[in-house]
Every structure is written in structure tokens, then in C-alpha cells.
């Protein structure tokens, strides 16, 4: 069965630190890779989605970027953390475009 | 741009009462419809998935529903339980070039008392 770990589960950081939060699907391959984030009051945001490797797209010019090194595996990175990059990033996974999505269990970033 | 509302925003109803989320969207054109649970401070899991072809699917208590023409959607429990209480979330797949992009709602906090 397919499994999806995101980590660290909660995460604080200064102001002008740099980020990397790493997510691994296992028992699939070539999965579609999202990664959302969740703000306090704004809901489920999109933020970058790879279909394949060297595949990367972004949603919302911002201060993250996102890499995917091997097929299975997503990362998100800053390189220097504002105050507005607080939030819940949660990453999710997809065998296709039209399949059903299946989300990591969250990330809680705290800037401060 | 697809837009996606969720009334009500909470709900609180007694343990054992059948209820009823509402989800709906301003776009017709989507590839499938899903409905997820999230508890507080955790992931998302997925509930159900409704393909655009099809009107209703089912697992356990849970039936979720789908009205393309209407832009609906709605979220069906019975005989619900203190253990549902949680936030449901539905979110819409475009299909095509959109490769998965879910759009999301604001969700519905649900609260099951004994």
C-alpha cells in the first residue's frame, strides 16, 4: 500500500533562517506532488505541484521554492523565512492528474 | 477561477442526529469532487471521491452527493457520532491541464456531543 511521510511534524524558526521541509511517498511510482498550505482563516492554498521529475510548477510567487531530487521525494525550501511563511504545509501525493489525493500529515511552521 | 463555499461554516448537533454539509462551486466544468476530514492540528484524510459522471457515492455512514448542473455538492452522515467531530473539507478537481490541482473550501467544523 502507498504511504506518505512529512517531516518535521512542527517547526520554529527566526526570521531570515532557512527552511527545508522534506516529503517521501512510498509504494508508487511517478506520482503527482503537491504541496498546499494552510493559513489561519485563508483555507487550503496551492503552492507548487510537480507531475515529474524536473517537472516543478508554482502556483504563488513567494519567498519558497520547491525541488523534487528523486520521484518519490518533495521537498520545500526557503532560503530566508518571513514572518507570512507561518502556516500549516501539508504535502499530497496522486497516481494521475483525475486520481484521488492523498495528503501527508502536516508540517506546523512558526516564524518568529 | 472556480470558487468553492461551505455552509455552514460550524455545526453542532447532538450524538445519533443525521446531517448534511453543503459544498458548492461556481464552475461546472470539474473531473471529480472530494470530500476529506481533518482533525485538529493533523493531515487531511480522504472521505470520498465523486467522479464528474457519477451522482452519488457511498462508504459506511458517509454518502456524498454530486449535482453538476447546479454546482452542488453535499456530504451526507448518519447516526453521527462524538468521533466525527472534526473540520470536512471538499475540494474540486478541474481535470485536464490543471494535473490535480485541488481548489479547496473554507471547510465545515463539525462538533458531535455526547
Known amino acids: 500500500s502507498q504511504t506518505i511521510h512529512q517531516w518535521p511534524a512542527t517547526l520554529v524558526q527566526p526570521v531570515g533562517s532557512p527552511l527545508s521541509l522534506e516529503c517521501t511517498v512510498e509504494g508508487t511510482s511517478n506520482p503527482n506532488l503537491y504541496w498546499y498550505r494552510q493559513a489561519a482563516g485563508r483555507g487550503l492554498q496551492l503552492l507548487f505541484y510537480?507531475?515529474?521529475?524536473?517537472?516543478i510548477s508554482s502556483e504563488v510567487p513567494q519567498n519558497l521554492s520547491a525541488s523534487r531530487p528523486q520521484d518519490r521525494q518533495f521537498i520545500l525550501s526557503s532560503k530566508k523565512l518571513l514572518l507570512s511563511d507561518s502556516g500549516f504545509y501539508l504535502c499530497a501525493w496522486s497516481v494521475s492528474s483525475g486520481s484521488e489525493a492523498f495528503f501527508g500529515q502536516g508540517t506546523r511552521l512558526t516564524v518568529v | 477561477k472556480q470558487e468553492v463555499t461551505q455552509i455552514p461554516a460550524a455545526l453542532s448537533v447532538p450524538e445519533g442526529e443525521n446531517l448534511v454539509l453543503n459544498c458548492s462551486f461556481t464552475?461546472?466544468?470539474?473531473?471529480?469532487l472530494q470530500w476529506f476530514r481533518q482533525d485538529p492540528g493533523k493531515g487531511l484524510t480522504s472521505l470520498l471521491l465523486i467522479q464528474s459522471s457519477q451522482r452519488e457515492q457511498t462508504s459506511g455512514r458517509l454518502n456524498a452527493s454530486l449535482d453538476k448542473s447546479s454546482g452542488r455538492s453535499t456530504l451526507y452522515i448518519a447516526a453521527s457520532q462524538p468521533g466525527d467531530s472534526a473540520t470536512y473539507l471538499c475540494?474540486?478537481?478541474?481535470?485536464?491541464?490543471?494535473?490535480?490541482?485541488?481548489?479547496f473550501g473554507q471547510g465545515t467544523i463539525l462538533t458531535v456531543h455526547p
Open positions: 510537480s507531475i515529474g521529475i524536473d517537472q
Open positions: 475540494a474540486l478537481n478541474a481535470g485536464g491541464t490543471s494535473y490535480g490541482k485541488l481548489t
Open positions: 464552475d461546472s466544468a470539474i473531473y471529480n
